[in-house]
């Protein structure tokens, strides 16, 4: 009955039996999405040992702890620091203690190409921000998602909990 396990639980081969019910009708990857959401969000704050900012969602923050947008309103020059990183969607900014330290973007999968990864990185290069993708701990819409980690530096992204 798997292709991944080879002796599956009751369980497992209960909710294989019901997502190809599902299937039938809906979408099952949503009832996946929704079944896992917040098991990797919790496993993604643990891992980074993060919780989330308060106030503006603005990559900016990884450098000067606030947003120039929120500061200058309509003199905001996106030059001078840029706000929101490429192909970023379903944004969210964390912090460890009272630092920002991560910016994340949760771009669908089918919206991404060789162009954007190469926009992303050449916004890092600039900034100075050190980056990574992760399709395990994108929590929005697990299975269509990526997680996109935009790190104030490289020691902030190798400080895990779990020495990954």
């Known amino acids: 009955m798997s292709r991944f396990i080879e002796k599956p639980s009751l369980e497992y081969v209960q909710a294989v039996t019901a997502l190809r019910a599902l299937s039938e009708t809906q979408e099952p990857g949503r009832a996946y999405a929704d079944a896992m959401a917040e098991r990797i969000l919790a496993r993604f704050k643990d891992a980074y040992c993060v919780h989330e900012a308060r106030g503006y969602i603005c990559c900016a923050r990884l450098r000067t702890r606030v947003c120039p947008h929120a500061q200058n309103g309509d003199d905001y020059n996106p030059d001078k620091i840029l706000h929101r990183p490429p192909c970023t969607d379903h944004a969210s900014l964390w912090m460890r203690g009272k630092e920002p330290v991560l910016y994340v973007s949760q771009p669908y999968t089918w919206h991404l190409n060789g162009s954007d990864i190469e926009q992303i990185a050449a916004f890092c290069r600039r900034w100075e921000f050190y ?3 992760n399709a395990e ?7 269509k998602t990526i997680l996109i980690a935009i790190w104030r530096s490289q020691q902030d992204a190798q400080w895990r909990r779990d020495g990954k």
């Open 131 to 133: 980056w990574q993708l």
């Open 137 to 143: 701990l994108s929590w929005h819409f697990a299975g």
